[in-house]
């Protein structure tokens, strides 16, 4: 059966399109110094900068949720990230080279995230990247954040492109699960920030890549063609 030609790129905002961790990193490290605690070594927090402030606060302090002093930590966190939002933040290496070529093609790109807008669009809007983006879905535009697909469903409404004719890339296994679930094909961004526990090749997703460069041949690839053939790695790997 022939597939439908990939119309639209939709990408993660952290770990996929911009290298957010430094910033986060700092975040964390300056809120442990508030509470006298010494900093954590960057290669610690880097694989848990996708997966949301709740996670950083338990890596950070080893609270739970349910810990009375939780709720204050992650608000102070956040003032302390918001301060340093775009610091140290930038593209992924070869991502504005990617961005740029499918621009200059007439392929929508856009935003889907689970931060929440009144971080995801200063941090945007500092890396000049909000008038290029077709479409900024934000993890509070719609009513339930990833892995529910509605968020994906609505930026493809937003571009007025079909769900099955829009490619998600991203670094977390909600990325992927959301992606699946409204109709998409999705990619795994192994250049992001996985964990060791993580498990991709367990996510069911469409192929894996090492870098924003080979986004690109997925999404001018002939999806009713052999993978293989094409020198692209599919989901056996």
């Known amino acids: ?7 639209c790129l939709l990408l993660d905002l952290d770990g996929t399109l911009v290298d957010t961790a430094p910033d986060m990193a700092h975040a964390l490290n300056l809120l442990r110094g508030e509470h006298e605690l010494p900093p954590l ?26 810990d009375p002093r939780f709720a204050s930590l992650r608000t102070r966190f956040l003032e302390l990230y918001r301060e340093h939002l775009v610091d140290a933040s930038c593209l992924f290496p070869g991502m504005d080279e990617l961005l740029s070529t499918i621009e200059a093609r007439d392929i929508p790109w856009g935003v889907v995230t689970n931060k929440p807008a009144w971080l995801t669009e200063p941090l945007l809007e500092g890396l000049d990247l909000t008038q290029r983006a077709a479409c900024i879905v934000s993890g509070d535009t719609t009513p339930k954040p990833k892995p529910h697909p509605g968020s994906l469903l609505h930026a493809a409404r937003t571009v007025g492109v079909p769900a099955k004719a829009c490619l998600y890339v991203g670094d977390a296994s909600r990325d992927i699960e959301a992606g699946r679930n409204a109709g998409m094909r999705t990619l795994v961004a192994t250049f992001g920030y996985l964990r060791e526990t993580d498990q991709p090749e367990e996510w069911q997703a469409d192929g894996f890549v090492d870098h924003p460069r080979e986004i690109l041949a997925w999404i001018t690839k002939d999806w009713t063609a052999d993978q293989t053939a094409l020198g692209l790695r599919s989901k056996t790997r």
């Open 1 to 7: 059966m022939p597939v439908s030609p990939l119309r």
């Open 41 to 66: 070594a960057y290669e610690i927090i880097r694989p848990h900068a996708s997966h949301g402030v709740r996670m950083l606060i338990r890596l950070g302090f080893g609270l739970l949720e349910e």
